[in-house]
């Protein structure tokens, strides 16, 4: 499956390539722009709701989503990249911020910031 971000349609869209098909999945929210887009180690795909300064974990199997504050507004990340221990890392251009974020424990994420 591939995935995309439908930022101003506020959905995520999955293409299946034997099918030649595509399934939208609407994005919780008022204002629901994914952007940066990233798989876990889990399988869950990560997302930042841009306009709504929080990540989503949209759930492939499911088409559910939990979403996740942030601890700073704005953070208009484009990219996110999963490191060896299962770290969601990124970049906050308009916070002048380096983060990364991970599950701690199955209801809960962890976000950790620095310069």
Do not use: C
């Amino acid at each position: 499956m591939i995935y995309s971000g439908e930022y101003q349609g506020g959905k995520m869209l999955q293409f299946n390539p034997k099918t030649q098909t595509f399934k939208e999945f609407p994005l919780p929210g008022k204002d629901p722009s994914p952007y940066a887009l990233g798989f876990d180690a889990d399988g869950y795909l990560w997302y930042d709701s841009h306009n709504m300064d929080l990540i989503g974990r949209f759930d492939p199997r499911t088409g559910k989503v939990i979403e996740y504050p942030l601890p700073h507004p704005e953070p208009a990340m484009r990219e996110f990249f999963r490191d060896a221990q299962g770290r969601m890392w990124y970049g906050s251009a308009p916070n002048n911020k380096v983060g990364y974020f991970y599950l701690a424990g199955k209801n809960s994420v962890a976000a950790s910031a620095g310069k």
